[in-house]
């Protein structure tokens, strides 16, 4: 073979680039047609006195197949996410002017208004009394019960203190005390509040409900809801 002075054989070899053509998603990450473009190339391009082995070919699409199922999953939970975010802010909006019942004695009224709230007992009481103090713990107004079984008793303040008058326009809790199996126990009491406004991104993302009174409390913690 004939060779120029200074050259080489191999001089007239030139190495071209293959180009492995890949779907531009805008995103930068490989597809399942990149996959199998790639793929195709290794094969084309394997030793063919070392081919690729079964159980590799297997588990490089294994792997591919995992990534991309779990890519998709995360798509389609994002999409859940956010049609149930909708849900639950067009049921809270449903509830303003409404009453929710909310697991916690502490309540704020207008001067005058009345109260509805829930006594809850795991045991059969007796002695029992509904008190209801201020802020400062001062004891307003006593509300005889009586005798109770076990379960769950609604029940109405009328917003009145102990000398008839309206209570003025303040903060005031629920505390229910009898005797239960023959000691003085405390049973569980929860209010009802008015639901005044709805906020659709709280803290963390929750949708708030802005209760009578001032407080607010996540859609989540809603016990029960009331017509009035």
Request: hydrophobic share 40%; charged share 20%; glycine share 10%.
């Amino acid at each position: 073979m004939e060779t120029v002075s200074g050259s080489k054989p191999l001089d007239g070899m030139r190495w071209q680039k293959e180009d492995v053509t890949t779907t531009d998603n805008g995103n930068g990450m490989l597809t399942q047609a990149d996959f199998f473009a790639l793929l195709t190339k290794e094969l084309s391009h394997q030793d063919p006195t070392k081919p690729v082995e079964n159980n590799e070919m297997i588990s490089q699409m294994t792997a591919f197949s995992t990534t991309d199922g779990v890519a998709t999953l995360n798509k389609q939970f994002t999409s859940f996410a956010a049609s149930m975010s909708s849900s639950q802010a067009l049921q809270a909006s449903s509830l303003v002017g409404r009453s929710v019942l909310v697991d916690d004695n502490v309540f704020g009224m207008a001067e005058g208004e009345a109260v509805k709230g829930k006594m809850i007992t795991d045991k059969a009481a007796s002695n029992v009394n509904i008190y209801v103090e201020n802020t400062a713990g001062e004891l307003i107004q006593t509300v005889p019960v009586g005798s109770v079984a076990k379960g769950e008793f609604t029940f109405n303040w009328d917003g009145k203190m102990t000398n008839g008058e309206p209570a003025p326009q303040g903060a005031y809790r629920f505390r229910i005390a009898g005797l239960v199996e023959g000691e003085a126990s405390e049973l569980q009491a929860m209010t009802y509040r008015k639901v005044d406004s709805v906020t659709l991104a709280g803290s963390g993302g929750n949708i708030l409900l802005n209760l009578n009174g001032g407080s607010s409390m996540a859609l989540a913690d809603v016990v029960e809801v009331s017509e009035g």
